[in-house]
DNA sequence: TGATTCAGCGCAATCGTTTGTGCAAATATA
DNA sequence: TATATTTGCACAAACGATTGCGCTGAATCA
C-alpha cells in the first residue's frame, strides 16, 4: 500500500497541492477556497486516511510539535513519574515527546541531546546530569529552548522550576528534631546535584539552629538504593548511632530500610526515618514512611508552559527560577524520643 | 547563530554537496573520495560541531531511525520498567523512542498511532489496550512493523512477546494450593486483555485440577489499585472470606492490601496473598511479597530484535508468538494453613 | 601519439510539505 | 460597456539531505 501524499490527492481531486495543503491545514477560509472545493478534499483525504508527513512539514516550517525529554533514569518511579507529566502536559499543549535516557552518564547524556537536536525538538525539558550546564546553554542559544526540571545549576541562564529543596532539607529535618532527635544521619544523593546540596544545606541549617550542629552527619555519593544501604550499615555500627535518619530519596530510603531490617531494628521504635519523593508505594510500607513530598505536578505543568512559552517565542522571555514548595507527608516512620538527646535538646 | 548544514560545510570547504555528504557518512572510500578532502571536511565538521538534520535524512532515506513505543501509562512501575528496558535496547541497535500513553483510552491510542505514523518512525513496540488489534494491523501492513509486547490478541497476525501468563497463573494458584489454600480469591485486571484472562485461566484450572473450582472465585475490572481495594473489601465480608488472594498486578496488590490493612487483619497469618509483576517495591513491604516475576528484560530485548529483523525486511518473517516462562518469587505473604480448608483439599 | 582506464568529484532530481506571488475568470462598480 | 475589484485557485521555490549518473583530467597501455 502506498503512503498517501499531497500529490496523491491532489491527482485524484484534479486540484493543485497548493490547495489541498491550505484545506487540510484549516486555511481554506484564508485563501478564499470555495466550500465546495474544501468538502472535496476534505472527504478525500478522510477516506483515504491521510496523515501529513511530519517530517517533511518540519524540513519545511521548521516547527515538529516535538519536545524532548531528557531524564537521568526512567527506571526510577521518581523520574517515570515526571515523565507521565511531563507527556501527558505535552500533549494538552498539542506536542509529543521524545524521551531519552541519560543513565546518569554525562557522556551519554551530550549524545542524546545531540541527537534531540538533529530531530528539531522544538524544546528540550532536561532533568541533567552534567557537572556544568555549558552544554544545555549551547542548545538553549542555539535556538531550541531547555528548561530544567528537578536538577539545576546556580550559575546557568537557563530557565528552571523545581522543588524549593532547602525548605524541604530543613523541614525534614525540623520535624525530627521537634521529635527530639539530635542525633540525625542524612544520607544524601549526587553531592553536586543541586537538589543533594540544597537539601543538604537545608538539614545542616536547621541541625544548627537547633544547636546539634555536630551530631549525626551527612554522607552518600548517589541516588542508589546501594548507597543508602550502605551508609546505614555503616552508621547504625558507629558507638553512638543516629536514631534519626533523613534519606534524601525513595531510592536511597529502600537501602537505608534494608540495613535497618537486617540489623533487626524497628521503625520508628529503635529508629525513625525520613524521605523525600512521593511515590505511592511508600504508603504501603509497614509503617508507611513519612516523607517530604515534592510537587511533581505542578512542576511537570510550569515547565511545559514555560517551554511552550519559549517556543512562541513571547518576547524573550526572562529567565524563570521557579521553587516550589514541598510539603510534609506525616505518616508512622518517625517517633518521639524522650531520653538524653531531648534534654540535649531542651538545654 | 544559523544552523550547519551541508551547504555551509559545502561553501566553506569549497567541495559540493554531493561530496561533503558521502564524507560524513562513511562512504569516502566507496566513492573514490581523497584521503586530503576527507580530512578537511571532516575537521570542519567536527569544529563547527555539524549534525544532519534527521528531518530531512528521513525525508529523503525514508529511515528515521526512531521507533515508537505505546504503553498504557506510563506512571505504572511495571509500564515504566518497560520503558526503561526499551529504550535501552532500541539504544543499543542505533535508534531513539518516542513514548506516547493512551491512558488505557482507545480512542487516545488511535490518536497516539496515527501521529507515530505520520512521524514515520521505522517500527512500533505496543501494549494494546484497544479490544481489537485492526487498527494496528493496518500499521502493520502498511509497512510499518509493528511488535506487540505484554498484551496480545489471539486472533492476530501481528508478532507479540510476552509473558506465559497461563503458566504464570496456574503456578501462582498452585502455589497457594500447595499451603493448603482453597477459598482463593482471584482480582483480575481488564477482563478482554489477554494477560488478564490467561491468568485467570490458569487461576480456574489449577483450582479445577485440584477440586476446589467453586471455591474464591474471580472478581475485578481493571488494574487499578482502587479495583484491588474495592475487591477485597468486598470479599472479606463474605461469610466465609479467601484465606488467600491471588491479584494479577502490583497495582491491584496495594488496593489489595490497604483493604487488608484496614480490616486489621495479618499477612500471612490471617490471610494470604500472591502478586504478578516485579517492582523492587515489593521486597520492602512487610512482608515481602510472594509473587509471579515477569521477564521483562528478555521480553524488551526480544521485542527490540523482532522488530529490528521485520524493519531490516529479514525476508518478511513469519509471526512470532514468543511466551517466555514467568517466575515465582517466594518472601513472605504466604503461609500455610491447616484447618478445615486443608482438611478439605485432602479428600 | 592516440586510445583506455580510473581517480576524484559535481549536477540535478528527489523526498513531501508550505507559502509568496501571480493570474484568469467572475462579479461589482461606474 | 469599460474598468475595478474580488473570487478561486495554481506555479514554483524553498527546507536539508541522498544518490544515480556523468564529467574532467591524469595515468596507463599499446
Known amino acids: 500500500m502506498k503512503k498517501d501524499t499531497l500529490k496523491s490527492i ?34 478525500e483525504a478522510r477516506e483515504s486516511n491521510f496523515t501529513p508527513s511530519l517530517l517533511a512539514k518540519g524540513l519545511r516550517t521548521n516547527k515538529t510539535r516535538t519536545i524532548g525529554l531528557l531524564v537521568p533514569g526512567i527506571d526510577n518511579p521518581y523520574f517515570a513519574n515526571i515523565a507521565s507529566i511531563v507527556i501527558s502536559e505535552a500533549k494538552k499543549a498539542g506536542n509529543t515527546v521524545v524521551l531519552v535516557d541519560s543513565m546518569e552518564s554525562e557522556e551519554s547524556e551530550r549524545e542524546e541531546l545531540s541527537s534531540l ?95 546539634c550542629a555536630n551530631e549525626g552527619g551527612i554522607e552518600g555519593s548517589d541516588f542508589s538504593v546501594r548507597n543508602g544501604y550502605l551508609e546505614t550499615k555503616l552508621a547504625l555500627q558507629r558507638s553512638k548511632p543516629p536514631t534519626a535518619i533523613f534519606a534524601m530519596s525513595n531510592t536511597i530510603l529502600l537501602g537505608a530500610l534494608k540495613a535497618i531490617r537486617e540489623a533487626s531494628l524497628q521503625i520508628p521504635s529503635d529508629i525513625s526515618i ?48 521557579l521553587q516550589l514548595p514541598p510539603q510534609l507527608v506525616v505518616c508512622n516512620s518517625v517517633a518521639r524520643v524522650r531520653q538524653a538527646e531531648e534534654a540535649y535538646g531542651n538545654q
Chains 1, 2 share one sequence.
Do not use: W
Open 10 to 43: 491532489s491527482q485524484r481531486t484534479g486540484y493543485s497541492m497548493t490547495t489541498v495543503s491550505r484545506v487540510l491545514n484549516g486555511n481554506a477560509n484564508k485563501y478564499r477556497i470555495s466550500k465546495k472545493t474544501t468538502e472535496i478534499i476534505t472527504a
Open 117 to 211: 537536536v538533529s530531530r528539531q525538538v522544538d524544546g528540550v525539558i532536561a532533568v541533567p546530569c552534567g557537572q556544568n550546564p555549558s552544554y544545555l546553554e549551547n542548545i538553549d542559544r542555539g535556538g531550541t529552548p531547555v528548561v530544567l526540571i528537578d536538577r539545576y545549576y546556580d550559575n546557568t541562564t537557563l530557565s528552571y522550576v523545581c522543588t524549593d529543596n532547602y525548605r524541604g532539607g530543613y523541614e525534614a529535618t525540623s520535624y525530627l528534631l521537634q521529635n527530639g532527635h539530635a542525633n540525625i544521619l542524612c544520607i544524601r544523593g549526587v553531592p553536586h546535584s543541586t537538589p543533594s546540596c540544597e537539601r543538604a544545606r537545608g538539614y545542616a541549617d536547621a541541625m544548627q539552629a537547633h544547636g
Open 274 to 321: 525520613i524521605s523525600f519523593d512521593n511515590n505511592v508505594y511508600l504508603d504501603y510500607l509497614d509503617p508507611a514512611i513519612t516523607r517530604i513530598s515534592q510537587p511533581i505536578n505542578e512542576i511537570g505543568a510550569m515547565a511545559i508552559k514555560l517551554l511552550m512559552q519559549r517556543i512562541a517565542g513571547d518576547g524573550d522571555m526572562q529567565q524563570a527560577r
